[in-house]
C-alpha cells in the first residue's frame, strides 16, 4: 500500500511539475525578455526648449542740452580790450582798455574818452574809418580859435599835428602859424577798418595857439573824422560836436 502510494506521488509529483511548466511557457513565450525602464537621468533627459524671452524694453534717455542765451545782434562797436589794473594814467599804446580812461562819450558817430590830472589831459578817439580823426577844444565860433589836434595812422606809421582854428572853416598847424607842437606823446592803430588815436597834451602849454585848460571847467569839442582819407587837408566824411568836463584833482 505504502508503495502504490509512494508511486502515485511521484507521478503527481511529475504532472504538477510538467503542468507548472507549460503554465510557465504560456506566460512567457521562448524569445521575449523582460525589461527594465529606468527613469532618464538629467544629463540624459530631453531638453525642453526654452520660451522665446520677451525683447527687453527700449529706454531712450534723452538728454537736454544747457540752455543757450539767444544771440543778440548789436552794432559793431569799437575794439576796446580786456580791462587792465586800475590806474590813474591811462598807457599811450594805441589800445584803448576798458577802464583805463574815467570817461567816455559818443559824438559824430565816434567815441571820445578822457582822464586828466591837473597838469596834463590825456585824450583817446576811436573812429570807425581807416581815415584820420580829429578833436578841437574849446571854439570860439565854428572851427575859430579851437585848439586842434589831427592824426591819422598810414601804412602803419602814426601821423599827428598840433593845430590851431584859424577861421570858422579853416584850420592850420601850429608850427606854420608860429608856434610850437605840444603833443607830449601819442600811438595809434589801425585794425579791420577802424582806427584808435591817443595822445596827451598840456593843459597849459603857454603856446598862443593853445588855449588854456582848467580843472573842473566844461569845454565844447568838435570832432571829425574821414572813412579813407589820412590827408588833413582832404574835407572830412562826418562831423559832430559835444562837451567834456574836466576833473578837478584833488591837491
Do not use: C
Not at 579853416?170 to 606823446?185: K, M, Q, R
Amino acid at each position: 500500500m505504502w508503495a502504490i502510494d509512494r508511486e502515485n506521488l511521484i507521478i503527481l509529483g511529475i504532472a504538477l511539475g510538467i503542468v507548472v511548466l507549460a503554465g510557465l511557457m504560456l506566460l512567457f513565450p521562448p524569445g521575449e525578455q523582460t525589461r527594465v525602464v529606468s527613469a532618464p537621468s538629467p544629463e540624459q533627459a530631453t531638453p525642453i526648449a526654452n520660451p522665446i524671452p520677451a525683447e527687453p524694453e527700449t529706454v531712450v534717455v534723452v538728454v537736454q542740452p544747457e540752455p543757450q542765451p539767444n544771440p543778440v545782434s548789436e552794432p559793431a562797436r569799437e575794439p576796446v580790450a580786456p580791462a587792465i589794473p586800475s590806474s590813474s594814467v591811462p598807457i599811450v599804446d594805441g589800445v584803448i582798455h576798458t577802464g583805463e580812461y574815467a570817461h567816455a562819450m559818443e559824438a559824430g558817430g565816434f567815441r571820445v574818452y578822457w582822464t586828466n590830472d591837473a597838469v596834463v589831459l590825456r585824450i583817446g578817439l576811436f573812429s570807425p574809418g581807416t581815415g584820420y580823426v580829429a578833436i578841437g577844444l574849446d571854439p570860439d565860433r565854428r572851427m575859430q580859435g579851437a585848439n586842434f589836434i589831427i592824426g591819422a595812422v598810414n601804412n602803419g606809421r602814426m601821423e599827428i599835428r598840433d593845430d590851431y582854428g584859424t577861421g570858422s572853416t579853416s584850420h592850420g598847424s601850429d608850427v606854420e602859424n608860429g608856434g610850437t607842437d605840444n603833443i607830449l606823446a601819442a600811438a595809434g592803430r589801425e585794425l579791420n577798418g577802424q582806427t584808435t588815436i591817443e595822445f596827451v597834451i598840456p593843459l597849459d602849454s603857454g603856446d598862443q595857439f593853445d588855449k588854456p585848460l582848467k580843472p573842473g571847467e566844461t569845454y565844447g569839442i568838435l570832432v571829425s573824422f574821414h572813412n579813407t582819407s589820412d590827408n588833413f587837408s582832404t574835407r572830412h566824411s562826418q562831423r559832430g560836436t559835444g562837451e567834456i568836463r574836466l576833473d578837478n584833482p584833488r591837491p
